[in-house]
């Protein structure tokens, strides 16, 4: 694994043979999907939570796109995949490496060391929250009531392994019992309202290539100039793929250096694949946090 520090060692072939099969077997013996119950991390007493540093961003753009419970040698393991409909519901998890151990040790990503979103099957329902870890590697969320139905959950970190930074999103299954109202996903459009404000978005987006997407800010017609800070930044935005929910994290050019932003919001794209994909728009005012929900076409 590229997190691990290699050295080059002159062993015998018969003991490097069996070092190959004992970490061959570590790393398969991990299933990516199946709920577990959560240890401690062997390693816990290192464990490091950095000082967040305001508009902090991953080196790279993340290894996975969030169909996957397991992912560049990590795996998200949860307690429990279903919840009580229309309650509030504790979730515990703990993201591991390939040999099953809990990881202790993330970077900062936009003031967060851990984002947790989900989002039901028909792309209903978005919720972006932020968990809090204990020294043994376990998150602990707290999910708000949820409508029956199938969601999806995913992790979105950054793992500092040996100085080594690897961003990662990844994602699992949660069923909330009962019978469930599918919506249908609205057809693409150039603009959205929420809680008053009109969000227009502009950009010629294509898969698997880099571009820019601009979103505007108007409150009946008047463009909007007082945007809050909320996670260092002015907007953030967040996308899934219609379908198989895939996910996308849309990068901000720049950090809120300002008390007030607006009304133009540029960010940088990388959709890993074409389709349908609904972007969830998130932004502050009067210290209230909106989230407009829009549907584009990617080429």
């Known amino acids: 694994m590229s997190k691990h520090i290699t050295q080059t060692l002159r062993l015998p072939v018969a003991v490097a043979t069996l070092l ?7 790393n398969c013996g991990t299933p990516g999907h199946a709920p577990v119950s959560l240890t401690a991390s062997a390693d816990h007493d290192m464990l490091a939570v950095p000082t967040p540093t305001p ?55 936009q003031t967060e060391m851990m984002h947790f979103y989900v989002v039901r099957s028909d792309l209903t329902g ?68 929420v809680d008053g404000y009109t969000i227009t978005v502009r950009g010629d987006l294509r898969a698997r290539m880099s571009s820019e997407l601009t979103a505007t800010v108007t ?16 907007a953030h935005v967040t996308a899934f793929r219609e379908g198989d929910l895939a996910f996308a994290h849309l990068h901000p050019h720049g950090d809120a250096t300002g008390g007030h932003g607006g009304p133009h919001l540029n960010f940088d794209t990388m959709f890993p694949r074409s389709g349908n994909w609904r972007l969830y728009v998130q932004f502050q005012t009067h210290g209230t946090l909106h989230a407009a929900a829009i549907t584009l076409r990617v080429g």
């Open 20 to 26: 190959f099969v004992a970490s061959y077997a570590a």
């Open 126 to 193: 978005f919720q972006h929250l932020h968990p809090e870890m204990a020294p043994d590697g376990t998150w602990s969320v707290t999910l708000p009531p949820l409508e029956p139905g199938t969601w999806r959950a995913y992790t979105s970190f950054i793992a500092d392994q040996g100085g080594e930074q690897t961003a990662v999103v990844l994602g699992d299954t949660i069923t909330v019992p009962g019978e469930a109202v599918t919506h249908r996903l609205p057809a693409p459009a150039r603009s959205t309202t």
């Open 55 to 109: 508009g902090t961003e991953p080196a790279t753009m993340p290894v996975s796109d969030g169909r996957s419970a397991t992912a560049a040698g990590f795996t998200l393991r949860l307690a429990q995949r279903s919840t009580a409909p229309g309650t509030a519901t504790s979730l515990r998890f703990q993201i591991t490496d390939g040999y099953g151990t809990a990881v202790t040790r993330f970077a900062v990503d």
């Open 219 to 234: 409150r009946g017609g008047i463009p909007v100039t007082d945007l809050e800070p909320y996670l260092q930044t002015y």
